[in-house]
């Protein structure tokens, strides 16, 4: 008891000191600030957990009953962080709603609030002896509750990465991927927490679960203090489409998309075509070719097949190709990929992958004993 005592109290300063750092960090600033109250949050349950097992008081059980309702916030505050770095839209008094789950079960345990100094000592007793039936009612709707919120918020995150593939070349840098660790780590611990509920184990207990809670606190740590600053698309770009031709009208301006298609393939030619610059967007481009941006990204997706993203990759691996099979070009296969554009080695592995059927390295070893044959031989 006494370690996870102290790992309670460590994780608890740990996330005081990380919820006010979160909270004057200028990056994401709204999201941040959501992330801070969420960490703060935490914190809080930790702390008031570690003081009631430390002293086992019954003047603590009411404090840990009231903590204990605290993971009806997390999910919400979750989805709300979310929407907040993939739309830079804080909180506002109408998200009170995304609360409710907490209100409610907060009015629904009122019993507990009003007993008096006999009723909540033999409840924590009952607590302290094991009693399984203390407080189990609202373990349901509080799973079910939660999980929930955090399935919405990756459904959300599944859609900014889908957008910003229509958007962005770089989508990649702004796909955040550390969300992913964190709902699975909140899922981890809902996990244990489902099993602690609904089979007894020893090993699988309430210390467990806020040990994980506490190592939570640290992941979010490392996390969102290094989390690079979320690229936010304007909303004015939404809305350009129907104003100036609805779908079916593009659909038949075969003219237009001739045109349109001619410019965009010129911009990607000649001495220094866009597709080089590591941050490219759609916007550019389409500010480029003298087109609404809107028609830019039809043709893309049905002339040049794909995403934003898909074309400019495509173009860059031609030209990481043609580099590669140049015997004079002695750069790194790493260099010459961040010198067409890309702008994460991951993304670029991939892409060439997928585009070529072979590794960069492979593929450098296999063209360039040909390209050098070809050279020596007759012309």
């Given at each position: ?29 709204e ?13 809080l ?16 059980f009411?404090?840990y009953?009231?903590?204990a ?22 909180f ?12 409610v079960?907060?009015?629904?345990n ?62 990649d ?56 600053p ?48 590591p ?53 790194s296969?790493l ?9 994460s ?35």
């Amino acid at each position: 008891m006494t370690f996870w005592v102290f790992l309670y109290f460590a994780a608890a300063l740990q996330a005081a000191l990380l919820a006010l750092a979160l909270w004057r960090r200028p990056a994401n600033r709204e999201a941040n600030r959501l992330l801070a109250v969420w960490v703060a949050l935490a914190g809080l349950d930790l702390a008031v957990k570690a003081a009631y097992w430390h002293s086992l008081a019954p003047e603590w059980f009411r404090a840990y009953r009231f903590v204990a309702l605290f993971p009806f916030l997390y999910g919400s505050l979750f989805y709300l962080y979310v929407r907040a770095l993939t739309q830079g839209r804080g909180f506002r008094w109408r998200d009170g709603v995304h609360l409710l789950g907490f209100g409610v079960m907060f009015v629904a345990n009122g019993y507990v609030w009003t007993m008096d100094h006999a009723q909540i000592a033999a409840l924590s007793s009952r607590w302290i002896a094991g009693a399984r039936n203390v407080g189990v009612w609202f373990d349901g709707p509080l799973f079910v509750y939660s999980l929930s919120y955090v399935a919405a918020a990756l459904v959300r995150v599944h859609r900014h990465r889908r957008e910003l593939r229509e958007r962005r070349s770089d989508a990649d840098r702004h796909s955040l991927r550390w969300i992913d660790a964190l709902a699975l780590c909140q899922v981890v611990i809902w996990m244990v927490a489902i099993v602690q509920a609904v089979v007894w184990m020893p090993v699988i207990n309430y210390m467990l679960l806020f040990g994980l809670v506490a190592a939570w606190v640290c992941m979010v740590g490392w996390f969102s203090l290094n989390q690079p600053p979320v690229a936010i698309e304007p909303e004015t770009a939404a809305v350009e489409e129907p104003v100036e031709a609805p779908d079916a009208a593009v659909d038949t301006d075969d003219a237009r998309y001739d045109a349109v298609q001619a410019r965009v393939a010129a911009l990607m030619e000649g001495a220094a075509p866009l597709y080089l610059e590591p941050a490219l967007t759609i916007g550019q481009v389409a500010k480029r070719s003298g087109y609404p941006e809107y028609l830019v990204s039809a043709v893309i997706n049905r002339r040049f097949g794909g995403t934003f993203w898909d074309y400019i990759n495509r173009l860059r691996v031609e030209a990481v190709r043609a580099c590669l099979a140049d015997i004079d070009d002695t750069r790194s296969i790493l260099d010459i990929a961040y010198a067409c554009g890309f702008t994460s080695k991951s993304t670029f592995n991939a892409a060439f992958k997928r585009q070529v059927g072979d590794t960069p390295s492979s593929y450098r070893k296999t063209v360039r004993p040909l390209t050098a044959a070809d050279g020596a031989g007759p012309r």
